[in-house]
């Protein structure tokens, strides 16, 4: 049977084009296809990602789909993602019923295994596929192949019969996860996003490598734990795989990909000390004896209990970085999410990884139905005490379809319309506190305005930096048009030297590169447009006032506010912590790869807009 798998574009409403690393990459199609392949399956992909030739993201999934239809002919398409991915998968349903009308569509993923019977109610596809979907979707592709239509007896399906959804038995005892086939990336053009696109994946994931090929894998599913804001908390037990099977899975991907950086995705990597111990002794073993070269990170819960021991193990055998679920400093909101950890546990963590070397992170999250203004001082009181150097990450939580928050969230009336929150998920931050809205959005606001500045990271400017001219025709900066640097800087916390490769827009790059369906433009345009854009940005006041007013009016609100309620003076603290430059016009925040903690590299302005007009002299 043909079975065409699509990919849902990330971009779709956040920002077209996307471009999607592998380690971004939704695991589950590989899963998916693997099975497939080995229950005698011809499968073929469609990876809606990494594709700036289309005028907007509808545009190019409607004629990428259509493409793919003609193509391959498929029997059957599978679909799926999470809750995010609604919109997108509304509308490739709608362009697959228009164009294929006869064609099966079965759905799974996150937004179907958390909330099934109105997602399929309301997207409506032939089927769709609860939980863990390998054996499922080809058991499905059997009998579709064999012409039955008796679903009965495959579980956890979801179908229409006589125009009404009907839902089989939930069965969640599955197969041995060793057993499981390794996932099979070929038919998603793997080889064009580890060549092409891994410059795309998050800092955190490729810092330690100038030339980054960042790969990940999955070594366990479910979750033993019952968090208040998470959508892991029914289905199957939680399983991990023996660090056995792990290391056949690695040894694999290494001599097919070589690849120099692992990403360990799964949230419960390292249950307990012996598990990690155990898997960095075998990795020590195979870099011995195959000359394995990578650096690898992973996460985990505080409940492992890691100590100098292990950890100074696990950095011997190539980690740079793992990360806990902080979420809170409070211990009121930290039992309200149901979290089983205590501050102190975060404290003596980041003491050991910083003295053993390794980067350690994860996030505060703040809106939690315990949250108040007294929680919130306690948690940024941490933050400013022990966290300004980690890789921390300060977000409003978000009440996802399967969480416990969710569940609150319609019982209080605070989702009223749950079809209109699908349309608009994560678009804004909902209020579940106790706190007047106007406060809590005030509140919300002003952290959001210190998160995205990240004024707190301890900084250093960049000491050369130039065009990588071997990456001139990347399609990542092609797409994008920006250019891939080579940077130079000294780190500001261990005054160690560091280089990186960067993607950024610093003005040199006009002219290089191979066009992509633009107009020659001469010389002298050229160089009057670059003449232009630094008057126009530079000094312009007509264009500065509109930001400055902006910044001014931010500072005042936080300053008055500061006044009513000293828990703003927080904020305040963490933006003016770290000595802050206005000549800066570009940074990017990253890790030292020496000693792995959170800086941030600047450009001046001046050496950016000198740099353009010099490099405008210089085109023909």
Known sequence: MRILLIVPTRGYKSGYPFFLSITDFPTGFAYLASALRNGGHEVFGLNLNNDASYESAYEMVYKRIRRSLQEVQPELIGLGGLCTDYKFLKDAIQIIRELSPTVPIVCGGGIINNDAQFVFDTLRPDFSIIGEGEEIIVQLANRLEGGSTNYEQIPNLGYWKNGAAKFTKQDFNYIDINERCFPDYEPFGIKEMLDNYSMAARSLYRYTRPNPRPMSIVTARGCPFNCTFCVHRRGARYRSRSVENIMQEITYLYERYHFNILIVLDELFAVNKRRLMEFCTSLLDARERWGWDFDWMFQTHASASLDHEVLKLAKKSGVYFFSYGLESASPRVLSSMNKKTKPSQIIETIQIANDVGIGFGGNFIFGDVAEDEGTISETMGFFLRYCLDIHIVLVAVQPYPGSKLFESCLTRGIIRNKLEFYEHIGEHPW??????????????????????????????????????????????????????????????????????RELLDLGEARGLGEAR?????????????????????????????????????????????????????????????????????????????????????NFPIKDVYFKKIKRGLMLT
């Open 431 to 500: 209020n579940m506190t106790l706190m007047p809205d106007k406060l809590w959005e005030t509140w919300i606001g002003l952290l959001g305005f210190v998160a995205s500045s990240l004024s707190w990271v301890k900084s250093t400017y960049a000491s050369h930096y130039e065009i990588d001219y071997e990456t001139v025709n990347s399609p990542l900066g092609l797409d994008t048009g920006q250019q891939i640097y080579k940077v130079w800087a000294k780190c500001p916390h261990c005054d160690k030297d560091i280089n990186y």
């Open 517 to 601: 369906g633009k107009k020659h433009v001469s010389f002298i345009r050229q160089f009057i447009a670059l003449i232009n854009e630094f008057f126009h940005k530079a000094l312009n006041i007509q264009v500065l006032i509109k930001p400055l007013v902006k910044i001014i009016y931010k500072l005042a609100v936080l300053y008055f506010l500061s006044f009513r309620n000293p828990m703003f003076k927080l904020l305040w603290a963490a933006a003016k912590n770290r000595k802050r430059d206005f000549f800066v016009r570009l940074f990017f925040v990253t890790g030292c790869p020496h000693c792995n903690r959170r800086i941030k590299i």
